[in-house]
């Protein structure tokens, strides 16, 4: 850009022309950007991202699906705020639906069944919402089994691992708050056993009960907090880690599976543009093609059946989605223990419900420092294992899965005995049994495999072929045959 | 200074024939994804159908990413790109000087009492711009303790009249509220007939009858000419229909065997028993409602439940 | 069968052939009738007689008693009084006879069976006499007539408040413990559903509905079988088990498919290997 001497009226010495603003092609994207770039300097930093450098995995991606389907939440989710009514208030439901017809129920109940039947897309875009919900953990849970199993949470992104967790836990709140807006019969009874596990808390249950719900279950309050806590507070927090975790991402840059040129010092992969970009976009596409598709065939959350929400009336099954099935699991199989310690009684959902999950959750955020601890490595590691490297982590690992599966069956315990034929209480006693037993069976079994794997001795990496280059010490450029 | 990764040389000709045939086919899905488009538009248009415009979006959608997709694995030159990675660890001087900026300058370590002093004061306003948390919810007080039952209340359906004992089938349950009051679920009643002889065969029920008055969410009761006399108050059981495991509706009642069930996490309650739990995670009985069965053939609640009522907490008991 | 007829006068063979007619039946009223028999006793007897036995004037016929000697005696006794097999039959009513008989739950090839609805093996026929039978052994409810103005939204109020909690808010039934299942409802017809509020069957509580409550819940019932589901495939009915199970094995494996063909290897000048097993 160079000053112009020929300038008009009007204009200042310090005023510069574009060089060929009036070019087709590469001169008007120059013009553009360059107009960007003199008031943000954003060119240096575009430059550097469109180099960046992505591993190429398959499994790389899956964090990125997570990202897609909390992208795709927000603009369904935004769609059904504003035909949503996020009140207790009673009236009566006067729509299309007959069976409803006459009934009092709830301004919530009532929008939602506006929206299932009158409004034009609406059940769509409430069911792609809420399948894209059940997925998104789904996926989220994947993409840290990705990493755990790899060691991609060691030094240094032990702090990516704590935020990633904590998205993992937020996301599940979203959905738990999320399927309690209809307010129907369903989840109101998941609203109450959420309250009497709060309660159930020694010393300050019924105060922490009493301030989150505003006061005995159960209240008028309960629905337009869990709204706010859905469209605003929870959402608000995810975004910002999000954030933090991409962005941690970005600075420690990606790790990488080992083979050909991949070393400690250097990242191996394909360049942000144009290549990865067109993949993730696609990726993006392709994800929101597949919730479309769920939420077209597939129905979910009949909330017209199960009625307005009443706390004196409940109907069966009752289990919460899919991701909160392990809770409901570990309070359907924990045995009746409701022992009163000096006068203070521990209520029996206290340690199904918050003790055991809460040890374990902290023992997974924490993992980084524990395995650290226990191996006496804490060096910075960018390169990942494959799965049977570190047995004592992969063991640990399965063990974990195994035992959360176990409590998501057991949560439906009722409808497999209907399905299959068994007794309910037989069920509940082999659930039992299972969860004690079956992630020791899981731990042994795959600490032995991972041992025996690596006793075979490591499969050397076959030389690759083609044209993978680095850059020599005088800057030129090298082929690496390895 | 910030190094800018090194690129690899493209590995693909541009003028593959390989490529004029992958173009037609991302051209085809795009053209794929316009069509699907223009007919969800005109099915929205037309009114709307779950399943036509679901599967129209998937069409677009997914047509849109396996044609950008194939765009880029298949149309864009791969290399294979290379980055160095700035080695992890602490700059020690880099360090040592943040310190001294950070504290040395500030003068925190001379001043200790100062940025004591700061810390309790900042400590003290946080704790005072929380309590308004406290507005969020009522002291628990005494509400876990009482329902709304009281002496003299009498025992009726919700938005029903008074129940009348001679009405009710052996082996039948309904759920009632104190007379005219339904508005506290948690004083939700399970009045149950178990008969005179609970463990022997079941005895004749009444016919039903018709009549006019039907509350909306229960049964009426029957007038039929010819019934069964009165039955004593023994036969009926009056319990709390609120779980105390975690508060689910106990809904569920097998009669023959007297047991009633919790839907939530399957505690099975032993009705002849004082409603003791036999099976499932609940600890304690249901609580009974006391109960006089007038001359008249209705009920009349004694008082609130002698405990309270649903899940446990740490101090009910002190 | 043949007789022999006794050694001796032409009075001890009438007698003698009696008496084996009498034995054989008991020998087949005790050891348990088979299936096959059904068909072979399927022989119209209408003959007419009104015979009472115990109180109510049912139109009990001698194909309706014979039949009832042989699909029923055998567990609830030959006057229906209950054996440890089965229970007393006695004001079981017509009601109770026909729901049991008309979705198939009876009778039983075996005291182990299980009761669940099958596809009933009597005819219509041979279930009308079968009712009448019972229906005779003692004071019990008649087969309702329903009325077909009931109210669907009063029935959903009723159903929801007091049938949801065991056959379930879509009527799919469910499992509710020692052994007990609640039906699904889907095939029930409107005068099933108001026979099993009145009777009671199995472990199900007695409701005492009034007629228009009554024809209100089946029209609701009925509204479930037919319902449209407009959110598509109901999978079930079941919940969120059943939706986990979809958006597990049909949700997530799609994702994961997506992901490995997006993120699949182009195969030329091939890159480090695999390190995934």
Known sequence: MSVDDRQAPGRSHLDVTPADATDRGPGRIRGVLGWLDERTSVARVVRAGMRKVFPDHWSFLLGEVALFCFVILVLTGTYLTLFYVPSASEVTYQGPYAPMAGTQVSAAYDSVLRISFETKAGLLMRQIHHWTALAFVGVVILHLCRVFFTGAFRRPREVNWIIGFTLLVLAIALGFTGYSLPDDLLSGTGARIAYSAALSIPLIGPWLASLAFGGEFPTSAFISRFYVLHIMLLPGLVIVLITGHIALLVLQKHTQYRGGPAREDNVVGRAFWPGQAFLSSGLFFLTAAICSLLGAFFQINPVWLFGPFDAAVVSSPAQPDWYVGWLDGALRIFPSFEPTILGITIPSPFIPGIVIPGVLFTIVALWPFIEARITGDDRAHHILDRLWEHPLRTATGVAILTFFAVLTLAGGNDVLAFQFGFDVEFLTRLFRWLAVLLPIAAWIVTYRLCRGRLREGDHPSPPIAGHAVARTPDGGFEEIHE | MRRLPTEGPARRSDTDPDDRRLERIVLALFGVTVACALALLVVYILGGQTQIEGLLLFGALGALGIGIVVWGQRLIPARINIEPRDPVGVDQAQMAELEQTLIEEAGFSRRRLLVGALAGALAALAAALAIPVFSLGPAPGRSLFETSWRAGRRLATQGGPPVVASDMPVGGVLTVFPDGDSSDPNASTLLIRIGSNPGGAAASSPSPGSSAGASPAAPTPSSAPGTAAAPASTEFVALSKICTHAGCPVGLYRSTEHVLICPCHQSEFDVLDGARPINGPAARPLPALPFRLEPDGTFTALGDFPEPVGPSFWDMDL | ?277
């Open chain 3, 1 to 277: 069968m043949t007789l022999r007829p006794a050694a001796g006068g032409p009075d001890l063979r009438a007698v003698g052939g009696w008496a084996a007619i009498l034995a054989v039946v008991a020998i087949i009223a005790v050891s348990g009738p088979l299936p096959a028999m059904a068909g072979a006793l399927a022989s119209p007897h209408a003959t007419g007689s009104r015979q009472s036995v115990g109180g109510a004037s049912a139109a009990v016929t001698e194909a309706g008693t014979t039949l009832f000697q042989s699909q029923c005696a055998s567990c609830h006794g030959v006057q229906g009084q209950g054996t440890s097999y089965g229970p007393s039959l006695v004001g079981a009513g017509a009601a109770g006879a026909d729901f049991y008989l008309r979705t198939g739950r009876m009778p039983l090839s075996a005291p182990s069976q299980p009761v669940v609805r099958r596809e009933p093996i009597l005819t219509d026929d041979q279930i009308r006499a079968l009712t009448d039978v019972v229906a005779s052994l003692g004071d019990g409810p008649e087969i309702p007539k329903v009325t077909s103005g009931g109210d669907v939204s009063d029935g959903s109020r009723l159903y929801i408040a007091n049938c949801a909690a065991c056959h379930g808010a879509t009527g799919a039934g469910n499992a509710i413990g020692g052994g007990n299942l609640a039906a699904d409802l889907h095939q029930a017809t409107q005068t099933q559903i108001v026979e099993a509020m009145r009777i009671g069957p199995g472990t199900m509580p007695k409701f005492a509905f009034s007629k228009d409550q009554e024809a209100s819940i089946a029209a609701y019932v009925q509204s479930l079988q037919n319902e449209p589901s407009p959110g598509g495939l109901a999978i079930g009915g079941l919940g969120a088990v059943a939706e986990g199970f979809v958006a597990i094995g049909i949700g997530l494996v799609l994702f994961v498919l997506a992901t490995m063909f997006v993120g699949r290897r182009s195969h030329e000048g091939e890159p480090p290997e695999d390190p995934l097993p």
